[in-house]
């Protein structure tokens, strides 16, 4: 499967925006997803995951209640809603697709190429 993530850009601190992941192939239903994010100069990290029938999610403490995490199967797409954006929620967001629902970016073997998520102060 072949991803393709978008919707990032700048934003003031408060703000919110939307990413999306689009995926090829007829098999992303059968698919957790997940999202992972990347700062400068550091480790990528979890933020939210889904499994494949979008009955169940998980949210790195960090995003919890600020962002939200859907897909749509009819569409190959999954997105991720991000509210209340803080400075330290800055870097480059990957979408990946993985057959185990789990935090461990080992565990996901498909990765889109990232969207530049800027948070101003």
């Known amino acids: 499967v072949q991803l393709q993530a978008s919707g990032g850009g700048l934003v003031q601190a408060g703000g919110s925006l939307r990413l999306a992941c689009a995926a090829s192939g007829r098999t992303f239903s059968s698919y957790d997803m997940g999202w992972f994010r990347q700062a400068p100069g550091k480790e990528r990290e979890f933020v939210a995951a889904i499994s494949w029938s979008g009955r169940s999610t998980y949210f790195a403490d960090s995003v919890k209640g600020r962002f939200t995490i859907s897909r749509d199967n009819a569409r190959n797409s999954v997105y991720l809603q991000m509210n209340s954006l803080k400075p330290e929620d800055t870097g480059v967001y990957y979408c990946?697709?993985?057959?185990?629902?789990?935090?461990?970016?080992?565990?996901?073997?498909?990765w889109g190429q990232g969207t530049l998520v800027t948070v101003s102060s």
């Open positions: 990946a697709a993985g057959r185990e629902l789990n935090m461990l970016p080992k565990q996901f073997a498909y």
